[in-house]
Nanobody, 123 residues
Framework: QVQLQESGPGLVKPSQTLSLTCTVS??????????WNWIRQPPGKGLEWMGV???????YYSPSLKSRTSISRDTSRNHFTLQLSSVTPEDSAVYYC???????????????WGQGTQVAVAS
């Protein structure tokens, strides 16, 4: 059974780059035709899909975040990483990584989710 675990700093200063890692166990990020997503939920708001990296390493991003977002992977460590640049307090959220069986460019009920990690943007 696949497990996903987010990690990274809980506090980031405005204008800096937020960097989070999703470590995957119980499955490889390079096989199985799976798609590895980043999703966030700001306080009091709904889930927002941010981007995805495919099993082959291709990336796709939400148009609203594309200019600030980068997703990469380290296949030797079986993890993938989110970088969000020029953060503001509006980027404060719980950030989730999730695995999907199909490339959806959005949120789906058939994702396998990490537990999420809270990130606050404040000086």
């Amino acid at each position: 059974q696949v497990q996903l675990q987010e990690s990274g700093p809980g506090l980031v200063k405005p204008s800096q780059t937020l960097s989070l890692t999703c470590t995957v166990s119980g499955g490889s990020i390079t096989t199985g035709d799976y798609y590895w997503n980043w999703i966030r939920q700001p306080p009091g708001k709904g889930l927002e899909w941010m981007g995805v990296i495919t099993y082959s390493g291709s990336t796709y991003y939400s148009p609203s975040l594309k200019s600030r977002t980068s997703i990469s992977r380290d296949t030797s460590r079986n993890h993938f990483t989110l970088q969000l640049s020029s953060v503001t307090p509006e980027d404060s959220a719980v950030y989730y990584c999730a695995r999907g069986p199909v490339l959806r460019l959005g949120i789906s009920e058939d994702y396998d989710w990490g537990q999420g990690t809270q990130v606050a943007v404040a000086s």
